[in-house]
């Protein structure tokens, strides 16, 4: 059983950019939610994706975007980059039908200069 | 609004029990977990207890639940320095067919020799 996949693992970007983060679900799951993990805090939900559409949000800007492919795997996008979205990046995936067991990937690590 | 608390720092004995404590607020909570964090590493589901249960035992980790006063704790019996991580405290919160999580701030436990 493969488990969760996150890539990057690191990535620097400059204020105003955009970034694209990628995450591969573990098998048999069709469910992928994305957090948001600043430095010294726990993570907070973005986004949730089922069925390649978005079916939960928190209380993140519109400018956090993402997609889900047939296959599971899924996209978060971040336009105009802001030095707070410097943060670890985590995607976490579960079944429908079990959304309370949710399994993280190992994060990718986003610095914003 | 939902809210998890923990004590941020712990330091035990290699040998010794740790107790890792946390509230939450969300009496609503279906599921409860405990999630651990090594340096620079993803989250890795440790356990989790369901709202109507008061206990779970799980080889050297034992979660008890009070729910009346909304407090969870998590018992590691004879503790190892490979168990030196920051754990997090976490409630889950179901709306509208879909379940996020609401995480604490993490307790970082030491595990001196």
């Known amino acids: 059983e493969t488990g969760v996949t996150q890539s990057p693992t690191h990535l620097i970007k400059t204020r105003g950019q955009q970034v694209t983060l990628r995450c591969s679900s573990q098998s048999g799951h069709n469910t992928v939610s994305w957090y948001q993990q600043a430095l010294g805090q726990g993570p907070q939900f973005i986004f949730q994706?089922?069925?390649?559409?978005?079916?939960g949000r928190g209380n993140f800007p519109p400018r956090f975007s993402g997609l889900q492919f047939p296959n599971y795997s899924s996209e978060l996008n971040v336009n105009a980059l802001e030095l707070d979205d410097s943060a670890l990046y985590l995607c976490?995936?579960?079944?429908?039908?079990?959304?309370?067991?949710?399994?993280f990937g190992p994060g990718t690590r986003l610095t914003v200069t | 609004g939902e809210d998890v608390e923990q004590s941020l720092f712990l330091s035990v004995r290699e040998g010794d029990s740790s107790v890792i404590n946390c509230t939450y607020t969300d009496s609503s909570s279906t599921y409860l977990y405990w999630y651990k964090q090594e340096p620079g590493a993803g989250l890795q589901l440790l356990t989790y207890i369901f709202s109507n249960m008061d206990m779970k035992q799980d080889q050297r980790l034992t979660v008890l639940l009070n729910k009346k006063d909304k407090h969870l704790s998590l018992r590691i019996a004879d503790t190892q320095t490979g168990d030196s991580a920051i754990y997090f405290c976490?409630?889950?919160?179901?709306?509208?067919?879909?379940?996020?999580?609401?995480f604490g701030k993490g307790t970082m436990l030491l595990v001196s020799p």
């Open positions: 976490a995936s579960s079944f429908i039908g079990t959304l309370y067991e949710q399994y």
């Open positions: 976490a409630e889950s919160t179901t709306n509208s067919g879909y379940s996020t999580l609401t």
């Open positions: 994706y089922y069925r390649e559409e978005e079916n």
